[in-house]
């Protein structure tokens, strides 16, 4: 039976390491800005959850409300100002924007110091070079913090990555790759999948497609990482991962929920602390 990795437990440990980089900032108080555009359902209780785990880590948070029909020009003005503004450590952009705001734009404007989600291309160069200054997007971070925290070894391990995302997939290969894994990353045209996946010591699934890996897929002993979120309309949750079908062959393996979700604000507001403490020079 594999043994269930709690994303809970490892969110608990970086809340502590939160505390003590905090304590170093001399009672500076950092500050997530939250940039919302319009009023989508999905949106409100995202920023609402966010907003409370930062609390909860000691952050201060500026909700950044705009309207759903603002102009391109509007708003890329709005957010010179955040990148420009003293107070904000840190800037989450809810996603995705509509139509009339191009994404890629808004990307290149952020300020790498205040990109504590990782969506910069300044950001995606640094990850790409293995530079330690950077920010990683959280998600693929929290992945890592997940093998971290449990002591699973990286180093000569071969790891295959089934998604090749801007957000997940791709920069989570390059954290992997950092540590000396072996990388195989594999996407929708890559031919005879479960024979690859197979071979894989780390198996991540970030393909976003429900229960799509099972037991085929998922050689003895492997360690299987599930970044997938799907929520049935009964509200019932899974991943990526079929996990009753793989708990007999992995020995270890991220459930959905309590997986990785659960580390991924965390590690949201570890980076404004980071970032804080980079730009401030503190602690
Ligand atoms: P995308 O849709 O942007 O990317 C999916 C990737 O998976 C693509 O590279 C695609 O290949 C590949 N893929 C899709 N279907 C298959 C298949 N049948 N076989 C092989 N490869 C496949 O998704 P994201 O990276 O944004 O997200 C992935 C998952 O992670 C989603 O379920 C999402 O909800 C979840 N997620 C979870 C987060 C968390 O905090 N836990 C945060 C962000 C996302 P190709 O490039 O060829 O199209």
Not at 50 to 58: D, I, L, N
Not at 71 to 78: I, S
Not at 210 to 220: N, P, Q, S, Y
Request: with cysteine.
């Amino acid at each position: 039976m594999a043994v269930a990795l709690k994303g809970k437990e490892v969110a608990e440990q970086l809340k502590e390491k939160a505390g003590e980089l905090l304590a170093g900032l001399g009672g500076y108080q950092p500050t997530l800005a939250i940039v919302r555009v319009g009023e989508k359902p999905d949106d409100i209780s995202y920023e609402r959850g966010a907003a409370k785990r930062a609390a909860a880590f000691g952050l201060a948070v500026k909700s950044c409300v705009f309207p759903a029909d603002i102009t391109q020009e509007a708003f890329l003005e709005e957010f010179d100002k955040l990148n420009a503004c003293e107070e904000v450590d840190g800037i989450l952009v809810l996603k995705p924007l509509p139509k009339q705001l191009s994404e890629q734009e808004m990307e290149r404007r952020i300020d790498w110091r205040k990109d504590v989600d990782g969506i910069s291309p300044v950001n995606a160069a640094k990850i790409f070079a293995g530079s330690k200054d950077g920010f990683a997007p959280c998600t693929a971070q929290a992945v890592m913090e997940v093998l971290h925290h449990y002591r699973l070894p990286v180093e000569g391990k071969r790891a295959v990555v089934v998604g090749r995302s801007m957000v997940v997939g791709r920069p989570l290969a390059m954290l992997l790759l950092q540590e000396n894994a072996t990388v195989t990353i594999c996407h929708t045209r890559t031919k005879d999948l479960a024979a690859v996946c197979r071979e894989a010591d780390i198996l991540v699934a970030a393909a976003g497609q429900a229960k799509m890996l099972h037991e085929d897929f998922v050689r003895e002993g492997a360690v299987v990482l599930d970044v997938g979120i799907h929520v049935a309309e009964d509200g019932s949750m899974c991943g990526d991962v079929d996990y009753a079908a793989i708990s007999e062959t992995a020995a270890m393996a991220t459930p959905v929920p309590g997986g990785i979700g659960a580390v991924t604000t965390a590690v949201l507001c570890l980076h404004v602390i980071q970032a804080a403490k980079q730009r401030h020079k503190r602690g």
